[in-house]
């Protein structure tokens, strides 16, 4: 078990569905990220929030929504999703992060949500 | 555009053998080098290397950096088979660059 959170485990959804993604860290970390991995591929990084706002969106289609409701939670609401979305959806937690500097933090990892968009 | 190649692909090998995972990069501000370990779920993290030629240990594992060369390696001695997984390495300067990872698969 990893000390970042995330919930469900599992989702199945249709592409007209409106769902979310829950992710949870109490490790007093300032900064929280959104993955996403397809099968024998990397990470790659959809959004990072750094003190609760919004530091860097990848060009992410808006059909994906982040939210930063205080430091210890992240959501990621999801509507109207193609096929091509499925993935496992990893949150990450950091103790900071710098966008200017660009320090660069270990970043811990949640198990992740698999997502599939029937 | 970043850039972070790792090398082998993939590699198998006996219970007892030493591997050694190899990382190269080219990111622009560079500022760590970290390996992570993945197996079904999370990537589980390893190694913040920042400076050169430090070595850093934990128990079988161990890494170093290279700025000048622009590499890092990842060794693992007396390999056992909860090796096997796949080894990232992630390139650090406002975000994690990552390579496309190592599957190792260490044989009783």
Redesign the interface.
Request: aromatic share 8%; charged share 15%.
């Given at each position: 078990d990893?000390e970042?959170t995330q919930t469900p485990k599992h989702l199945v959804m249709g592409m007209t569905n409106k769902k979310s993604l829950k992710c949870e860290q109490h490790m007093g970390h300032r900064a929280m990220y959104w993955y996403k991995q397809k099968a024998k591929?990397?990470?790659?990084?959809m959004f990072?929030y750094s003190y609760e706002k919004l530091s860097?969106n990848e060009s992410v289609p808006s059909r994906f929504s982040p939210e930063c409701p205080n430091s210890s939670l992240l959501n990621l609401h999801l509507h109207a999703l193609q096929p091509e979305d499925s993935a496992l959806y990893?949150c990450a937690s950091s103790q900071g992060?710098?966008?200017?500097t660009?320090?660069?933090?270990?970043?811990?990892?949640?198990?992740?949500t698999r997502l599939s968009i029937l | 555009e970043d850039k972070v190649v790792q090398s082998p692909l993939s590699l198998v090998v006996h219970e007892g053998d030493t591997v050694t995972l190899n990382c190269s990069y080219e990111v622009t501000n560079f500022r760590s080098l970290l390996w992570y370990k993945q197996e079904k779920k999370a990537p589980t993290f390893l190694f913040m290397l920042t400076s050169s030629g430090i070595e850093k240990k934990s128990g079988r594992l161990s890494s170093i950096l290279d700025k000048k060369e622009l590499f890092s390696i990842l060794n693992i001695t007396a390999t056992q088979t909860g090796d096997s997984a796949i080894y990232l390495c992630a390139g650090a300067n406002s975000k994690l660059t990552f390579g496309k990872g190592i599957t190792l698969s260490v044989r009783p």
């Open positions: 990893t970042v591929k990397p990470p790659e990084l990072v860097i990893l992060f710098r966008a200017l660009g320090v660069g933090q270990p970043q811990h990892f949640g198990d992740g | -």
